[in-house]
């Protein structure tokens, strides 16, 4: 088990280095448009957060990580895509991150070969908790792409949020009966001590599905969460929320959520606020840009 762990840990680390020198020594064409983004089914967030759910016009998605398959036809697929097609990067908290930095650092080179990329609602996504709120630069050069729109609102860039926004589930009513509702990340999930102190208070999971996470948030006026997208969307949904932080990316949305922690946010949930007509504004915004990025594209 363990020398099989070892073989393929070997093996993807030479597989995404052969991916990415394939597409960077390969000509480049943009026939049509693909969307990278973290295409990932058991994160609601991520998987929603790629404008191509939204826009018909981009032809193509894919998973950011599918350059480390090992899978030869999902390779080849990914290796395809990028060099066939125009870049749209996003959304999701993809600068900043280790994970994602020598994908994102390729697309930015390609742009010297002729390839149209956009950066569409992503964000930074740092771990130090030392960063957190003082992020003001990010690992790449955003000039080097030809347009760009981020979800940090005190970044030096055209804001763009989330544009899973745009998705109409967004604008559920429902009666609340919960006046506290957690929404745990899923690493939260696994960690016994924060499962067992909150027994007693409804909870949801972000690897739920977003029909359960979003009547969850109709139903709730106070969210308390460890998760991107379930403070967006609470924000969104005129409803209270509070923030467990654990990334930088929490910290640079225009409207911000109070700041706790699940040890005393008892105590500070009643500090926070709700906002009206932030969904348009964020549906506004993303119909714009889109306007800019297709004529940019030349769809």
Known sequence: MLLQKIKNSVLKSFSKRSVLKKIATSSQCNTGVVNIHRLDENNVGDFYC????????INHSLDIFDYKTLDLSSKDNFINKVCDNSLIIGGGGLLNRSSFENQIKLFEALGQKGKKSVLWGVGHNEKNKKTFGKVTNYNIDISKFGLVGVRDYNMKAQWVPCVSCMHPILDTKSSVVNEIGLIFHRKSMTNQTIQKQFKDFPSISNSSSLESIIEFISKTDTIVTDSYHAMYWGILMEKKVVVVPISSKFY???????FSSFQNFEKDFKKAERYSGVLEECRQINRDFSEKVFDYLGY
Do not use: L, T
């Not at 790629?50 to 016009?57: I, L, T």
């Open 50 to 57: 790629g404008p191509h759910h939204y826009f018909e016009r």
């Open 252 to 258: 640079s949305f225009k409207y911000n959520p109070i």
